[in-house]
Nanobody, 122 residues
Framework: QVQLVESGGGLVQAGGSLRLSCAAS????????MGWFRQAPGKEREFVVC???????YYADSVKGRFTISRDNAKNTVYLQMNSLKPEDTAVYVC????????????????WGQGTQVTVSS
């Protein structure tokens, strides 16, 4: 059974930082692309960033230069370092695993976590 478990969310002031983690189990982690998506209240889920199994990365324009994704295949974990946070970054952040290239399309992802709340106060 595949499980993706996010952690690291919380409340932070604007300009602050958070580091999210997503621990995967039940899949061959190194063979999967991993992505982060987010959903703010009243809005559709949107793509944030992904990292391929070759560690190529692809960022949404809204987070480019502020967020950094990385992965540790030995720990079956993907990380999202979020710096210079803005109130508009407030959302539930969800990680996902893709047996394809991943990228921005939700249809490419096979497995999803439950999410972790990130709240940025102004």
């Amino acid at each position: 059974q595949v499980q993706l478990v996010e952690s690291g969310g919380g409340l932070v002031q604007a300009g602050g930082s958070l580091r999210l983690s997503c621990a995967a189990s039940g899949l061959s982690f190194s063979s999967f692309a991993m992505g982060w998506f987010r959903q703010a209240p009243g809005k559709e889920r949107e793509f944030v960033v992904c990292i391929s199994k070759y560690e190529e990365t692809y960022y949404a324009d809204s987070v480019k230069g502020r967020f950094t994704i990385s992965r540790d295949n030995a720990k079956n974990t993907v990380y999202l370092q979020m710096n210079s946070l803005k109130p508009e970054d407030t959302a539930v952040y969800v990680c996902a695993a893709s047996s394809l290239a991943g990228l921005a399309s939700e249809r490419n992802y096979d497995y999803w976590g439950q999410g972790t709340q990130v709240t940025v106060s102004s």
